[in-house]
């Protein structure tokens, strides 16, 4: 009997994906299904941009076709021979899915993964509705968190055992490890060498230096911090296109801003035992798993764009919300000093989802 096949679609192979990926694919191989992840040449400009664009030994990038229109850009990845009508496809749920559409309208079947409804981005009506039609047709869907399956539910009709939710996550187990392996002398040395006075409270940025992360108000609150505390200190780590005012951020307070640049666990493990509590006041969305696995609360705004995955928190004391507004978040940042807690929930952890989405592919299969 020859192997089933499953193709995976994603704009680019990011590096913070691919434990998952790896782990749905590795899944489904010891059930007896060959899956491939596709992504295309045009769509992988982001990552490259970024600078965290993957291309691992099961991945493989393909020809790409884009089309603008007024709901946004349209994207068909032209997959290769003997993948091109798969046993099933996982693919985004995005309005402007040519796969999707293709199978849709072919009658191929497929599992759509993706939020939901619009956290980070305001939603057109028109996308809402094309959204809906596609998640109509689609054997399963899969969405991030709850509150994404409930919306698909709504806008959809569909059953509920046809949506569930995956509870996105990063490696939770390898940082939270490496968090554990972190010895006094490693953080006494790290203090030292990056002129961190013993008595500093660190306050820790982990992202992407981008806009919508609003870097400039990190950036805001943090000299007033500075003038009225002088035992605060900021350790950023990540780097982007507003890494400019990070530098001058640095420039400006010497010794009192730590830039690590881009960072992997083990450094940010380091950086999260130092630090006495997580900040960022534009998106928050997998930092909200980083900081339970570090065991620390995260400081943020009301901002309106914040990704599914800060609903871990939701009810969690750990997490404090303040207006988007300099003096209130520098207010709030010295609060922390005395009255931030620490989580009291478990991270989800990327082994569940990766189970959770492999399990639905195998019953779309009939090999559960």
Known sequence: MEQPRVSITQPYVPRYRLPLLDRIISSLADKDV?????????TNAAGRARG????????????GYSTATTLGVGTYRRLPDGWRRPDLLLTELAAGNGN?????????????????KGYTNEESQASI????EICKSARHVLTYVESGRREVIARTGLPTHRVSAFRNSTDTYELSRHVAAVTTQEVDQFRAEKHISPKARCALFIGALEAYKRIDLLSEAAEIVFRQDPEVHLIVGG??????????????????VTWLGRIETADVALAGRVSSF???PGRVGLLAVDSLALGLPLLTTNYRYHGPEIEYLAS?????VV???????AGAWLQMKTSARRPSMRPPTIGDAASHIADVVLRQLGRA
């Open 323 to 329: 207006a988007e507004d300099a003096d209130e978040l």
């Open 316 to 320: 969690d004391r750990s997490l404090v």
């Open 100 to 116: 999707a559409w293709a199978s849709k309208f072919t009658r191929r079947p497929y599992v759509l993964i993706g939020h939901g």
């Open 239 to 256: 780097d982007g296109p507003e890494r400019a005012v990070i530098e001058q951020l640095c420039s400006k307070y010497v010794r009192r």
């Open 34 to 42: 060959q899956a491939r992840v596709f992504y295309a040449s045009d």
């Open 129 to 132: 509705r094309l959204e809906a």
């Open 278 to 280: 997580v900040v960022c």
């Open 52 to 63: 965290d664009s993957e291309a691992p030994a099961w991945a493989e990038q393909v020809q």
